[in-house]
């Protein structure tokens, strides 16, 4: 079982966070913002990635703590699940419709990490939570995996809709790129030998 963990404590967060890329979907998220927590339960079940997460955090202040924090434990806890990404077919896309909108993410488990973001959004929140924090959480999240990430929502009306696709559409491009390809033979899948580090 490819697994990994990662446990994060600052003056303004405790997280830890479990993933099992081998799993079958299964979540257990308590973040203490619950419209953050229907996301990565979304994220758990369509990349069929298991996800158990605690996060406590300074959300007396606001969201933004916890938010990118928990993005980057997730984020870790991949990186050390897929350690030196030997046999992993590397490169995931998916296009995912939600009623009215249609979200688009590609992604390269490349080791160098960098976000494009083109998602806009004509409300400022989503239940309590700020919905520029959600760029915020994929930031943090690729650049602790070590993604190149490029999201987009091609149309879409309804802001839940544009988020929740953009969440499925990663998990569904997560699910690609990590899946392992039995004509690898666990070679790492670059000309370089080796995944990160410069261009």
């Known amino acids: 079982m490819r697994t990994g963990r990662c446990r994060r404590d600052t003056k303004e967060t405790?997280?830890?966070?479990?993933?099992?890329l081998d799993g079958t979907g299964r979540y257990d998220v308590k973040t203490g913002i619950g419209f953050l927590d229907h996301m990565?339960?979304?994220?758990?079940?369509?990349?069929?990635?298991?996800?158990?997460?605690?996060?406590?955090?300074?959300?007396?202040?606001?969201?933004?703590?916890?938010?990118?924090?928990?993005?980057?434990?997730?984020?870790?806890?991949?990186?050390?699940?897929?350690?030196?990404r030997r046999g992993i077919s590397r490169y995931g896309a998916a296009l995912i419709p939600m009623d009215e909108t249609l979200t688009r993410v590609a992604l390269d488990i490349s080791g160098r990490p960098w976000l494009v973001w083109k998602v806009d959004f004509t409300r400022d929140k989503l239940g309590e939570m700020d919905t520029?924090?959600?760029?915020?959480?994929?930031?943090?999240?690729?650049q602790a995996a070590g993604l190149t990430l490029h999201v987009e929502?091609?149309?879409?009306?309804?802001?839940h809709h544009i988020i929740e696709s953009a969440y499925k559409a990663l998990a569904r491009a997560l699910r690609q790129a990590v899946e392992t390809?039995?004509?690898?033979?666990?070679?790492?899948?670059?000309?370089?030998?080796?995944?990160?580090?410069?261009l």
Do not use: M
Not at 181 to 198: A, C, N, Q, W
């Open 40 to 84: 990565l339960e979304q994220l758990s079940r369509h990349s069929l990635i298991d996800i158990t997460l605690r996060a406590e955090g300074d959300l007396h202040i606001d969201f933004h703590h916890t938010t990118e924090d928990t993005g980057i434990a997730l984020g870790t806890a991949l990186a050390d699940a897929l350690g030196e």
């Open 14 to 20: 405790r997280i830890s966070a479990e993933i099992n």
């Open 153 to 159: 929502t091609l149309y879409g009306l309804n802001n």
């Open 181 to 198: 390809d039995p004509r690898r033979s666990g070679d790492v899948p670059s000309t370089k030998g080796v995944l990160g580090g410069s």
């Open 132 to 142: 520029e924090l959600f760029r915020e959480w994929f930031q943090a999240f690729a």
